[in-house]
Every structure is written in structure tokens, then in C-alpha cells.
């Protein structure tokens, strides 16, 4: 009888408690609901998804880094300070002292001289990043060379201007790993590749505590870390995709932020006064990739048709409310040398006068990959109601992203419905995807959105080229405006959207910082109430 009433007390107890209340996070910990099903490795020379990347600016000291409210303003991380020769090929790093990786080894020089070098040998997705340098397996070792302990050179093959350079050490190949635990964990020559799959090396403000694949990702603070210990002590992030489900969760306190509402989740959280929002404008692009092997997507009057079967204004103010802005031009606003004009509109009928000029006066069948995500999933379908008006046949095939970024990557898809992010913050990051392709064959070793669709740019190649080694940004600006006119005429791609990025959090949920990338997101600054 004491148990039953003893029960029954506990009971009334938790009916007259509220359940925020219930299910309030650790004071020291922040628990994120977040679609991380990106995640297709945790090494940051491999690694090239949204998620991941996220997970490398929060666990990972890079090079350089930059302010994220005036991305103009560059500043060193583990580079202390450097110098670039009169030739304008040289640069010289003075590596930070006195930083420590998770392992308990120093960070030296030949850490960071091994890490760049490592990205080269290894040849995956982000090693174009440091390629375009005319750094190459055979030439890497002797190009990128730690002369002491505390001294990091770099030399490259052309004079590029400086802030193009020191831009892309901000992106995740930038991050320095611990040459010697890698090492200890080679296999076969492969760097240590397969083991930090799922592994961590790093130095920087959190270090994994465990990956789960398609479930969770938990991080533990850094104790050691040089520039100044994170208050929480763990991160969760749970992978749920649903938005309804990160709402829910996050007005049960379940959660302490949800990184994925959509429009609905958005509105009905409004007038909740436990729960506040912070939006930042990120440089991150949605379009369509329009793969340049299938016949009917191959001819001009096609990919130019499409970009008018759009319902681009419906899209903006309705799935992505408050989440974006009409943009198609592939460089965003706020880089050097953007294009903010808008040519194409939803207008069906010259849609059908396009096709017709193209011998396909009927339409024609199609299928596009989809991230199955709520906001993804909704644009599939608003674009295939639209296509349809105009005899296209759109079937939408979803996929986690880990599904359809590796059928995408392999260029095995028709359409990919994507989203874009700057790799750093010049202006090159997206000339030399969208408008750059050397060599278009199957087998090629520079791997940009423009081969993934199996598109030539032809002259736009060496154009994106010749903009790098310009200086005088008037002139610099000019050539990326050029460049971006004529990707949106010719081009294989629709792009529709820039993104506003929201995070939705408990109003207790302090200094959680959203950047203008996604690696730029950053935890290690975070208080709670």
C-alpha cells in the first residue's frame, strides 16, 4: 500500500509540472536535434558535407581563420603570423607555441606541413582546394615544408593574390591533425585515412566522444585548450530529420536547439516564450544540377526552359519562409563580384516555346535525386507539379544525403537537387565549381559541380583561372560578374535560392554562434542560464 500511494504521489506531482520542466537539459551540456545524415566521414582531408564540416570547425584548429561578422577582416589561428615573399609565391607561417592535441603531443610545424600534404596525397573531394596551387603527389613533400618546429612554408606556382590563398587555409583542409597518432594508425599507406573515418586527431576547442552513423554524433570539451576551456562539457547532436519532431522536441525541453524548422514549425513556435530564434544570412546556395550525360537535359533550349518552371517566389515565401532569398547567380550576395540580378521567373508558357524549339513539344520523362528532408522534399515536389504543366515527367527519387551525394559525386544521377556551400570566402570557391572544368572525362582528378554534371565550360575555365592572379578587385569583380551571366545563360544548373539560416533554441541557450558557412557554426561559446 506505501508503494501504490508513494505512486500516486509521484504521479500527481508530474501531471502538475510542467514538461519543459520535465525535460530540462544538463546545465553543462548542449543537446542539439540536427539532420547530420551528411556525415560520411569524420576526416577533415576527406570530408566535404555540410554536417561534417560543421563537426570539423568545432573540433579541428585550422591555419587561418576569419571574422564572422566581416569575413574582410583574416586573422591567424594556428598561424601566429606570416609572410609572403616579393614574387608573391612564398608564404611563410610562424606556428602558435604551447598547443597541445587531444593525444598529448605538441603541435608543431610538421603537424600542420604534414596535414596540407596529406590532403594532396590523399586526393579526395576538398584536395582541389590546395591543388589549384599547382601542388600535386609528386610535388607536395617538397612545396609544403615545416624548415623548424615553429615554421611553416608553403610555396605555390603562380603569384595569386594573398586573400585568395589565406581564404581557402580557413576551409576544413586547413585543419591541423596529429601527424604522429595518424601515423600510428596507417594502413597500407593510406595515411591513417580509413581509421579517422571514425576517429578523431585533433586540437581544437572539442574532441569526439563517439559517431554513431544516421544516429548521433557526441562531442566532449577540450580541458587543455589553449584558447580558453568551453562551459559545456559535452555536445549531443541527435540526427532527426523530421521537423515536426525537432519542434516537438525542443518545446518538451528534450532538446536545447533545433537546427532544421521548417516554415509550419517556425510560425507555430512564435508566441512561445520559452523559445527564441537566431537567423544569419549564410553564402549557402539551393539549385539543381542537371547532369549533362542525359539527351534531353544535354540541350540548351531544355536546361533554359527549366529555369522558367520554377515557382521560385512560392518556394521562397512558402517552404522556405524567412529561410531564404530568390538568388540565382552562383556567386551569394555579400562575396566580391556578386551578381544580384533575377532573369528568370515561373512563366509556363515560354517554358513550352523552349521545348518546342528543342523537338520536345510533348516533354519528356526525368528523375531527380532528393535529400529526404522536409524542405527538400517539399521544393521536389513543388518543382515536379510545375514541370508538369509543361509535359515534363519529374520522379522524384529520395535518399539519405549520404545516398544521394554519393550517387551525385559518381555522376550517375539525371538531377540532384542541392545545396551549395562557400568553401571559403573568395570569390573563387564558386567560380571554380560552377564555371571551371579541365577535364571533363569520367576519370579526372579535379571532381567541381561542373564535371559532376558533366558540363565543359569550355573558355570559362581558363577565364575562372585568370581572375585569381588578378589584383585590382574592381577589375577582379568585374570578370566574376562576367563569368556569372554566362553560367546563367549556358549553364547546367537552376539556381533559385540563398539561405537564411534559423536556430531555434531554448531562451535559456546563450552565445550560440551561427556563421556566414557551415563550418563557421560554432559551440565552444555557448553559456546556459
Not at 403 to 420: F, M, P, S, V
Request: glycine letters at 8%.
Amino acid at each position: 500500500m506505501r508503494k501504490l500511494i508513494a505512486g500516486l504521489v509521484m504521479g500527481t506531482a508530474l501531471a502538475a509540472t510542467p514538461l519543459a520542466a520535465q525535460a530540462e537539459t544538463p546545465k553543462n551540456a548542449l543537446v542539439m536535434a540536427f539532420a547530420i545524415d551528411d556525415i560520411i566521414t569524420l576526416d577533415p582531408a576527406a570530408m566535404f558535407e555540410f554536417s561534417g564540416l560543421e563537426y570539423a570547425g568545432n573540433t579541428y584548429d585550422r591555419l587561418i581563420g576569419f571574422d564572422n561578422d566581416d569575413v574582410s577582416k583574416i586573422y591567424g589561428v594556428l598561424a601566429e603570423s606570416w609572410d609572403v615573399s616579393e614574387d608573391g609565391k612564398t608564404f611563410t607561417f610562424k606556428i602558435r607555441d604551447g598547443v597541445k592535441f587531444a593525444s598529448g603531443n605538441d603541435l608543431t610545424a610538421e603537424d600542420a606541413a604534414f596535414s596540407l600534404q596529406r590532403v594532396i596525397l590523399m586526393d579526395a573531394s576538398p584536395a582541389f582546394i590546395l591543388g589549384q596551387f599547382g601542388l600535386t603527389p609528386d610535388n607536395v613533400k617538397e612545396k609544403i615544408r615545416a624548415t623548424d618546429a615553429s615554421t611553416l612554408v608553403m610555396e605555390l606556382d603562380k603569384p595569386y593574390a594573398p586573400s585568395f590563398v589565406l581564404y581557402c587555409l580557413t576551409s576544413g583542409i586547413g585543419s591541423v591533425v596529429d601527424k604522429e597518432e595518424i601515423l600510428a594508425h596507417e594502413k597500407d599507406g593510406d595515411l591513417g585515412a580509413d581509421w579517422l573515418k571514425t576517429n578523431y586527431a585533433g586540437s581544437g576547442p572539442f574532441e569526439l566522444n563517439k559517431w554513431t552513423a544516421g544516429q548521433s554524433l557526441s562531442l566532449n570539451a577540450n580541458e587543455d585548450y589553449w584558447d580558453g576551456v568551453p562551459e559545456m562539457k559535452r555536445v549531443i547532436i541527435r540526427n532527426v530529420k523530421e521537423a515536426a519532431s525537432q519542434q516537438l522536441l525542443l518545446e518538451k525541453g528534450d532538446i536545447d536547439i533545433a537546427r532544421n524548422l521548417e516554415a509550419d514549425q517556425l510560425e507555430a513556435i512564435k508566441g512561445d516564450d520559452d523559445i527564441k530564434l537566431m537567423a544569419k544570412g549564410k553564402g549557402t546556395l539551393w539549385y539543381l544540377g542537371l547532369s549533362q550525360k542525359n539527351e534531353y537535359l544535354s540541350k540548351p533550349k531544355v536546361r533554359e526552359a527549366l529555369k522558367y518552371l520554377v515557382d521560385y517566389k512560392g518556394i521562397s515565401e512558402t517552404i522556405l519562409a524567412g529561410r531564404s532569398q530568390i538568388h540565382q547567380a552562383f556567386l551569394p550576395e555579400g562575396f566580391l563580384g556578386a551578381y544580384n540580378e533575377n532573369p528568370y521567373s515561373l512563366n509556363i508558357e515560354k517554358a513550352k516555346e523552349l521545348l518546342a524549339e528543342a523537338g520536345l513539344p510533348d516533354g519528356f520523362s526525368v528523375t531527380m535525386d532528393t535529400r529526404n528532408t522536409t524542405a527538400i522534399i517539399a521544393m521536389a515536389q513543388s518543382i515536379q507539379a510545375t514541370w508538369a504543366l509543361a509535359g515534363i515527367n519529374l520522379e522524384i527519387i529520395p535518399g539519405d544525403g549520404k545516398q544521394t551525394l554519393t550517387k551525385y559525386r559518381a555522376r550517375q544521377h539525371d538531377i540532384y537537387i542541392g545545396r551549395w556551400g562557400p568553401d571559403y570566402q573568395d570569390p573563387h570557391t564558386n567560380a571554380s565549381t560552377f564555371a571551371w572544368n579541365p577535364d571533363n572525362s569520367d576519370d579526372a582528378t579535379a571532381k567541381p559541380l561542373a564535371w559532376r554534371n558533366a558540363w565543359d565550360p569550355k573558355g570559362m575555365t581558363a577565364e575562372t583561372d585568370a581572375a585569381t592572379l588578378e589584383r585590382d578587385d574592381a577589375k577582379r569583380a568585374a570578370m566574376y560578374v562576367d563569368l556569372q551571366k554566362k553560367v546563367l545563360e549556358s549553364g547546367p544548373f537552376v539556381i533559385m535560392f540563398q539561405e537564411t539560416e534559423i536556430a531555434s533554441m531554448r531562451k535559456n541557450v546563450n552565445n550560440f554562434v551561427l556563421g556566414p558557412s557551415f563550418d563557421n557554426n560554432y559551440y565552444r561559446f555557448v553559456t546556459k542560464d
